[in-house]
């Protein structure tokens, strides 16, 4: 456990520096930008080369690009220097030709993901996308580039590179505030207003994309091209990919369901003189805010324990396997129930603080603290289910999470098709939000059980028992937070001074206060923890 610790530390604070400049970014391109159709036509542009990129690579990166690696380093007798840059020159031509062919297609790719958008903006949205699509190609080569590295055991530089990125749109935003003034009037919006916005997107992802290649080259790696492709080992990659591509699949089908229903959702809100934005933004911005625990803490002791968790499953080594998974999840537990709970309480607080800003009123970011609220119910059971899906993966197996994926993605449409025909436009959002919770509480309880059944237990019991103390130590920590919260918006309001007294101190005292009781009540992760921070503030 003290090796994870240690592993997911050094990934930690790079993913919190990482994340902290990810949220700045998009304050700033929200500021920029607003949260209504030019708010919706842009982040629907900007999530595209992240879908295609996750169809073709992405999403085999940890379920079968990463073991596929390790495997060759340890069967091949040039420690799989050859089979990883055959890997790098596929995924290069496969990618630059996607990025290609979606610059020619951006526009039926735009109708695909959204509804009711007036034609001026799909004719935006597609013009963005035209501009951000290039991105899947420098996509590619940094995350095979981060996977070489991961098996090396080199995390810092993945985790650091993404700075790089947020840096460069955060200049881009703050220049299109200075020449803009900040508008989200999408009619008004020019062609080289949105060159800056598209172009400069891209650009960030350029530079990421170097940092990791000055990365791997530092750690020894050579690039050749290699067009050998016959006989190499990748024809294992192409059979195990393809199941991972049809979960990626499944769960894109669903990605279009939401996009779609909350786009429809915006635009309605808007007719009915919804005074904020109630559309696919808000629901995005939520969203990205629920991943800061999560890929702050649960992600770093993913990428830790998947290469070990693989060759422990290369050498039938199953009950290492288990204690590495078990250690991974009271970890990761051990600190994302906490984050869960207070998100759940101070949602809005974190949200007026980042986006009530120049073209967002308080009220576009309180409704987006109010989605966040909904999805901290998920971070548990979401965690969760990652960490259960790298069980499977680790023994090669990527069948099991497609199946899974099918039924996760049908369960989650249902559930939001059905809540967006029942509650009014302003409230769907929250609806998708709560779908998304109630999936994976289904989720991670159905996967758990595949997953014990594969390795001979996963100490169901005993995880249990822990985070029931967990939580018993977490709710009076919530309780603290909300004390504070209805003091300081009885006295201060909720704009950004109240909001960061707010978190300042009912996130802050909440957070000592449950590390207190979690040492008394004698969690070995959290004590761990504890013990490993005050060592280094000793030194």
Known sequence: MNRLLRAGAIMAAGT???????????????????????????????Q?????FDLLIGG?????????????????????????????????????????????????????????????????AATLARYILPQIAFFGLGAIAGAI??????????????????????????????????????????????????????????????????????????FRPRFDFRGSGLGELARLGGWALAYVAVYQVGFVVTTNLAT???VRAAAEGADYGAGWTPYN???????????????????????RMSRFAAEGRFDSVREEFASGVRTVCSLIVPGGVLLMVLGPAVTVLIFSHGANSTEDAIYIGNVLQVFGLALVPFSLFQLLLRVFY??????????????????????SVLLYLVLPARYTVLGLALSFAVTYVVSSAVTWMLASRRVGGLGGRHVLDGLGRMYGAAVPCAALALGVLWATRGLLGLDAVGAIVMLAAGGGLGAGV?????????????????????GRLAR
Do not use: C
């Open 60 to 124: 085999m990166l940890s379920s079968v690009i990463v073991p596929s690696i390790v495997r060759a380093q340890q069967r091949d007798p040039d420690g799989g220097v050859a089979y990883e840059q055959r890997l790098m020159t596929l995924a290069l031509l496969l990618l630059v030709s996607v990025a290609t062919l979606g610059v020619l297609l951006a526009r039926p790719i735009i109708e695909l993901y959204t509804s009711d958008l007036t034609p001026r903006g799909v004719e935006v």
């Open 48 to 52: 595209i080369p992240f879908i295609l």
């Open 16 to 46: 919190m520096v990482s994340r902290v400049t990810g949220f700045l970014r998009t304050a700033v391109i929200a500021a920029a930008i607003g949260t209504t159709l030019l708010g919706d036509a842009y982040n629907v542009a900007y």
């Open 394 to 415: 680790a023994l090669g197996d990527t069948r099991t999470p497609a199946f899974i994926a099918a039924g996760n993605a049908t369960f989650n449409a249902t559930l």
């Open 149 to 222: 590295l991961n098996t090396r055991d080199r995390f810092a530089a993945p985790m650091w590179a993404p700075v790089l990125n947020n840096l460069v749109v955060i200049g881009v935003g703050l220049t299109y505030i200075v020449i803009v003034g900040g508008t989200d009037d999408i009619n008004e919006v020019t062609a080289g207003e949105l060159a800056l916005l598209g172009l400069g997107t891209t650009a960030g992802i350029v530079a990421q994309s170097i940092a990791l290649v000055i990365a791997l080259h530092r750690a020894g790696f050579r």
């Open 285 to 307: 911005y939520a969203y990205q805010l629920f991943q800061l625990p999560y890929g702050i803490i649960a992600v770093s002791v993913i990428t830790a324990m998947l290469p």
């Open 264 to 266: 429809a959702a915006g």
């Open 514 to 534: 449950y590390f207190v009781l979690a040492n008394r009540m004698r969690i070995p992760e959290v004590k761990s923890i504890v013990g490993m921070v005050a």
